[in-house]
């Protein structure tokens, strides 16, 4: 059996999965629940100064009949008492000492206010800090979250405050609304924090009551742009990483990767991407705490069956497999194949080739069935039938290479190779 | 043994009569299905529809709350959209075809989604389609039945104004009169047949029959007089009472047309039916499984599908013979009548040659023959259902070219005298009303173009 315990900057628990600073982190009562159900840790919802949440909260984007694909929430950071707070979670770990705990802040934009914030949360035993450097919403207006996140140099001034103070690991929660994440990410990484987070809720709306005609959520007839969050941006949260992982300065500093993660594929592919450890929120708040019982299993499982003994023999390994696109392959090329056995003749794959658009896919009608065969000569290889059919394996994409030797876009231009006729 | 009626109290009818497929209850209960539709290209199941239904557009529209959209992408194509739901064997038409039946999964329930639109339409009365305005132009119709309305509602809506000549007091034809009871009410029939002429446009003048020498207190109307009130005349008869079995005994009291015994059934309420307490149904159609699933639902105590040739053969579909199989009817395959025989005038046995199947035939087929053995059946009732007799006398009278009966059509769904279009059972000799509904559309075609060759509907 795998060992899939994990040690983040020297904090130890019995598996990679925390939960992110949100609702289900907020007080002694869930986080107590979350622990019996398994959960690896916990970063405690974001404390600091005093704030009031309106409501409604929470909007979605539902997919096809799937509820949720996409969550939005204009939520503040913590609203109850600090006092109540420390104590609940020296409490946790008093309760709980195998697991990590974690505690979020986000204080008034002076030196003053976050050195005593700091030493009142170490006071409660609590193994880490997490700066909030992202919540989009609300606190940006007081010049805090996001728009320290978004600005480099307060974001360094503010980690230095910080990193004077802490004698816990602290990490830097990054913020995704910004055209890139690396210039934070460095300037919190030379601040001299000693881990990074990403990704916190994306600015959005999420749609519009097409009665009222006022978007969601709806707070008396006004909403506000809220924080993204859940399945859909996962890929979003995937790329972010990725650059956080290659750059040289900021892949100096472990890696909690956060962002639609529901499942222990997410995990996996989050750690296989740099991450040491993944945080969840939207799911746990979707589905309750339970759901971390499949991620412990399947990914000890997946772990089994290729052979990694540890997390730390697979973080990271696909970092190297994300190049520039001046360095693919000219010559590699696929070309799609349908087995005529599995198909069921829905069409699907003809209609997209035909109007999206190469025209590489042939009708010969039937009724009620028709056929449907690849144009070889005609297929550019984009994968796009494939990824329309319905049926598992049906399209097949075989590799006809146009030329032995690799050959990358700067050498074709050199060579002055032809380009497409038509 | 005996045949009576009010065998079942007002409950039990109710309940043994109620609605075979019953519709989604919730909203989300159609999402869930709708969304399993792939959308599919020039979809199976359309090319399976004899109306082409836009099915994976209907379906879509359903999930995009666009449930106007979805009843008029139905009605388009299917102005019975909403009793075709209901009574269609899909299982060899739209469904049969999904695709998913070549995953080995359940197929899309199209006609469930259907009466999910369709429903909702009528019982808003929402009006999605407006007449041309009129361009002056008659066109006669016989026949309120699906082929008819389904002409009607086309010429209407290119400003044609029609009136539809019916013998009965109501509309819908076999939808109102022969469908099993369990698969429509009457007052649903009722409701679609006004939905349809709610458009405008369409007058139903009923109790008036197409013939000669009709019985006293029938109104009686001739061809060459609607030939000459109107540019053109559509005949949309249907077919009649079930065929002759010519075997001896036949006219013996407690032998009945199957026909006649939905007729009464559908026309006249449960109670006041009369069922026997041993049936034998004689034939395995639609028609004949409905006899014998609705006798036995009136509350014959032992119901026999007799049927000349093997189950291979049978003219139902599976889910038809299963549905007289769950009502707990006997069947017996490779036999034949031979003779009804009687008490005092009364039905009592019922005498069946054993047959076996002989060589395929020219089409394949193989034929019954007799093996010269019998065996008899005690029954006090016996319900013929051996296919349907064409108006034969009625056609010939007014020199319509037919084949026994069946009236002949060309490739413009004209018959031999000019102006005089028609379709659906009369011609086909008994198909479903989804085919009907497509002759109809066929035939307002047809007439339109001899109308008026310029101005065609794209
Ligand atoms: C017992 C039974 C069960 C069936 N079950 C199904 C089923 O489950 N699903 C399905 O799809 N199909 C079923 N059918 C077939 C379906 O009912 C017919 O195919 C369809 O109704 C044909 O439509 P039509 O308009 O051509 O004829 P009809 O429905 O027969 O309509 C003809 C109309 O013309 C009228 N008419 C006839 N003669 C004259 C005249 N001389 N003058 C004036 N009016 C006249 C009739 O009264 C009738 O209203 C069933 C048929 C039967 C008999
Ligand atoms: C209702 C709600 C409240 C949140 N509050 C906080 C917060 O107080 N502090 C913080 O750092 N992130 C907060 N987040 C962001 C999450 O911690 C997390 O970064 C984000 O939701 C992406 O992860 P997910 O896709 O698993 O939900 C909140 C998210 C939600 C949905
Ligand atoms: S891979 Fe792309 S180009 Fe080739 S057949 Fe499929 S959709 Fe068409
Ligand atoms: S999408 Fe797949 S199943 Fe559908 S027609 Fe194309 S190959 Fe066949
Ligand atoms: S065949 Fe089935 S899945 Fe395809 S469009 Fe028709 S109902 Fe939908």
């Given at each position: 059996m795998a060992d899939i315990s994990a040690n983040f900057l020297g904090i130890k628990s019995p598996n990679p999965f925390w939960l992110a600073s949100a609702p289900p982190t907020d007080k002694k009562y869930n986080v107590l629940r979350a622990f019996e159900a398994g959960w690896g840790g916990v970063v405690w919802k974001t404390l600091g100064s005093q704030v009031k949440n309106v409501s409604s909260r929470y909007s979605a984007v539902d997919f096809n009949g799937t509820r949720a694909m996409g969550f939005n929430n204009i939520e503040l950071i913590s609203d109850r008492p600090l006092d109540i707070n420390l104590k609940e979670i020296a409490e946790c770990i008093r309760l709980f000492p195998d697991r990590a705990m974690i505690v979020s802040l986000m204080a008034d934009n002076d030196k003053k206010s976050w050195h005593e914030l700091i030493k009142k949360v170490e006071d409660t035993g609590a193994h880490g800090l997490e700066l909030n450097?992202?919540?989009?919403?609300?606190m940006t207006e007081r010049g805090m979250g996001a728009a320290v996140g978004q600005d480099p140099e307060i974001a360094c001034m503010v980690v230095e405050w910080v990193m004077e103070a802490a004698t816990i690991p602290v990490i830097t929660k990054l913020t995704p609304n910004v055209h890139s994440v690396v210039p934070t990410g460095k300037s919190v990484v030379k601040a001299g924090t000693n881990a990074l987070s990403l990704i916190n809720t994306i600015q959005s709306v999420t749609g519009i009551d097409l009665d009222t005609l006022v978007p969601n959520p709806n707070v008396g007839g006004k909403s506000v742009f809220g924080g993204y969050c859940g399945p859909a941006v996962k890929p979003i949260a995937l790329k972010m990483l990725t650059t956080i992982a290659q750059d040289d300065t900021t892949n100096k500093v472990p890696i909690s990767g956060i962002g639609g993660i529901s499942t222990w594929k997410d995990a996996v592919e989050f750690m296989l991407l740099g991450a040491s450890n993944v945080q969840v929120c939207t799911a746990a708040m979707k589905y309750g705490f339970r759901i971390i019982e499949d991620m412990c299993e399947g990914m000890s499982n997946w772990m089994d069956e290729k052979g990694f003994a540890t997390i730390n023999d697979f973080i990271g390994k696909s970092v190297p497999t994300i190049t520039h696109w001046e360095d693919l392959d000219i010559n590699f090329h696929v070309i799609a194949k349908i087995n005529q056995d599995k198909c069921i003749h829905c069409g699907l794959c003809y209609i997209a080739c035909e109007d999206g658009s190469h025209q590489s896919i042939n009708l010969a009608y039937g009724k009620p069935y028709n056929t449907y065969t690849v144009k070889e000569q005609e297929c550019?290889?984009?994968n796009l039938c494939k990824i329309v059919c319905p049926v598992d394996d049906c399209i097949t994409m075989e590799v006809h290479r146009k030329g032995d030797e690799y050959l990358n876009w700067k050498e074709f231009q050199r060579r002055g190779l032809p380009l497409n006729d038509h | 043994m005996a045949i009576t009626n009010n065998r079942l109290s007002k409950d039990q009818y109710e309940q043994n009569f109620s609605d075979i497929h019953p519709p989604f209850e919730t909203h989300n209960a159609a999402l869930v299905e709708a969304n399993r539709c792939l959308f599919c290209y020039d979809a199976p199941c359309t090319k399976s529809c004899p109306t082409g239904i836009n099915v994976p557009k209907f379906i879509k529209q359903i999930t995009t709350d666009n449930i106007k959209g979805s009843a008029h992408t139905i009605f388009v194509s299917n102005i019975m959209g909403a009793g075709c739901s209901k009574v269609c064997p899909v299982e060899k038409l739209c469904e049969g075809a999904c695709v998913y039946n070549l995953m080995e999964e359940e197929a899309i329930p199209i006609a469930k989604l259907q009466r999910y639109s369709t429903e909702k339409a009528m019982q808003n009365n929402w009006q999605l389609f407006q007449r041309k305005p009129s361009t002056g132009k008659k066109v006669a119709i016989v026949g309120a039945g699906p082929a008819g309305l389904s002409c009607a509602h086309v010429l209407s809506r290119e400003g044609i104004d029609v009136t539809i000549y019916e013998k009965e007091s109501k509309g819908g034809g076999l939808m109102t009169y022969g469908i099993a009871a369990y698969k429509v009410t009457p007052q649903f029939c009722e409701d679609e047949v006004n939905y349809i002429t709610s458009i405008g446009g369409i007058e139903i003048k009923y109790n008036q029959e197409l013939g000669k020498n009709l019985p006293a207190g029938r109104q009686g109307i001739s061809l060459t007089d609607l030939q000459k009130n109107y540019d053109a005349v559509y005949l949309g008869i249907g077919v009649g009472v079930a065929r002759q079995l010519d075997i001896p005994g036949e006219e013996l009291e407690g032998v009945v047309d199957a026909i006649s015994f939905i007729y009464d059934l559908r026309a006249k309420g449960y109670p006041v039916v009369p069922v026997g307490d041993k049936v034998a149904v004689i034939g395995m159609g639609m028609t004949a499984i409905d006899a014998a699933t609705q006798a036995k639902r009136l509350g014959a105590k032992e119901v026999t599908l007799v049927y000349r040739r093997t189950e291979k053969e049978k003219p139902c579909t599976q889910v038809e013979l299963d549905i007289a199989k769950l009502d707990g009817c006997e069947i017996i395959w490779l036999a034949a009548p031979k003779e009804v025989r009687g008490d005092n005038g009364k039905v009592s046995q019922l005498i069946c040659s054993i047959m076996k199947l002989g060589e395929p035939d020219a089409s394949g087929r193989r034929s019954p023959v007799d093996t010269g053995e019998t065996f008899s059946l005690d029954v006090d009732m016996v319900i013929k259902a051996a296919g349907q007799v064409p108006f034969e006398e009625l056609v010939n009278s007014s020199q319509i070219k037919n084949s026994k009966g069946k009236i002949v059509i060309d490739n413009n769904c004209a018959t031999n005298i000019k102006g005089v279009f028609a379709g659906g059972d009369a011609v086909n000799g008994g198909k479903e009303v989804v085919d009907a509904v497509q002759a109809g559309k066929d035939g307002a075609k047809a007439i339109m173009e001899y109308l008026n060759p310029q101005t065609l509907p794209k």
């Open positions: 450097f992202g919540c989009p919403h609300g550019v290889g984009c | -």
